[in-house]
């Protein structure tokens, strides 16, 4: 059984993508700082994913810093044609772990090239412009100087598409003044709701929208009420968690992050997971 009555597929920046995908931050160190505690099953886990169909990887080159993209290139380079590999720039770690700002022209050029070289690509698919005028949540502020000096990158042909990620519909208006965005990407889940408004404004203009935290992130949703959900479907919370945001919205694309083969696969499954009006309605209750 499929997934509601929603596409399996859905366009991200000109190319059809599987609606699940993966986020590959938890392939860095704790922290994503520094190199993983396994390297060899973060290979594994890319590996598995590509060879389970996944064709949608999210990523950053500050995620290690550089350590995610150099794991990625190490396990799939050279990549398959269907791979749509999707970046960020605007940050930049600290020595000491720290995430800080990191939005002008010339971040901006450095870090693409960071991207460039740790993936070993010519050209970028998809570049998020991270916003960070409040790290952990969207607020007001003006991304035109940031994303004119990345539509100039796009000029270049180093960069195919641009998207946007942390940011509010204002300025995913500015933004579209200025250049194309193919997707957004903000904190959003079961239980952190804020924007649903978001979500269904994107969904009309046809812009696809990727939540990150889908699971809830470094620390993942605990809820009595998605386990009686889970168990009664016979699944597991995870798996009811993606199948509720694959049903939420049609311009939905997941990219659930894991360190872990065995829950690549699990969540891959959640795919077909088949969620009854009833329980969405249930689910409906968890959100804060
Ligand atoms: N734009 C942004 O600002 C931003 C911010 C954060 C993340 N992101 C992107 O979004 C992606 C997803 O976010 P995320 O990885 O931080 O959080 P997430 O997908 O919500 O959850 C990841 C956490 O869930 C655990 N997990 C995954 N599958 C599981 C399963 N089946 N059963 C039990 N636990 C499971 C993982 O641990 P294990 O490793 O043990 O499986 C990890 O602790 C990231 O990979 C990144 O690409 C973007």
């Given at each position: 059984m499929s997934n509601s009555h929603h596409p399996v597929r859905i366009e991200l920046g000109g190319r059809r993508v599987n609606r699940i995908g993966y986020g590959a931050?938890?392939?860095?160190?704790?922290?994503?700082?520094?190199?993983?505690?396994?390297r060899q099953e973060a290979i594994a886990v890319l590996r598995a994913a590509v060879a389970e169909g996944v064709n949608h990887i999210d990523t950053a080159d500050f995620y290690g810093p550089h350590v995610t993209n150099q794991i990625i290139r190490e396990a799939?380079?050279?990549?398959?044609?269907?791979l749509v590999i999707v970046t960020k720039v605007g940050a930049k770690r600290g020595t000491d772990g720290s995430w800080n700002t990191a939005q002008s022209p010339r971040d901006l050029t450095e870090a693409v090239h960071d991207n460039l070289r740790n993936l070993g690509?010519?050209?970028?698919?998809v570049v998020n412009l991270r916003a960070m005028f409040d790290r952990h949540a969207p607020a007001e502020g003006s991304l035109a100087e940031a994303l004119t000096a990345l539509a100039e990158l796009k000029e270049q042909g180093l960069v195919r598409h641009i998207g946007l990620s942390n940011v509010t519909l204002n300025q995913v208006k500015e933004a579209r003044g200025i250049t194309p965005i193919v997707c957004v990407q903000n904190h959003y889940n079961l239980v952190h709701r804020a924007d649903d408004a978001l979500i269904d404004e994107l969904a009309r203009q046809d812009i696809p929208y990727v939540p990150y935290?889908?699971?809830?992130?470094?620390?993942p949703l605990q809820s009595a009420t998605l386990s009686s959900v889970a168990a009664r479907l016979g699944a597991t919370p995870m798996q009811v968690a993606l199948a509720w945001l694959l049903r939420r919205s049609p311009n939905i694309l997941l990219i659930p992050g894991t360190s872990r083969v065995t829950h690549l696969r699990e969540n891959l499954r959640a795919a077909s997971l088949a969620l009854p009006e009833d329980m969405a309605a249930e689910l409906e209750g968890i959100a804060s």
């Open positions: 931050m938890q392939l860095a160190g704790p922290r994503v700082f520094g190199p993983p505690r396994d799939l380079h050279p990549y398959p044609d269907d690509v010519d050209v970028l698919e935290f889908p699971l809830g992130g470094f620390t």
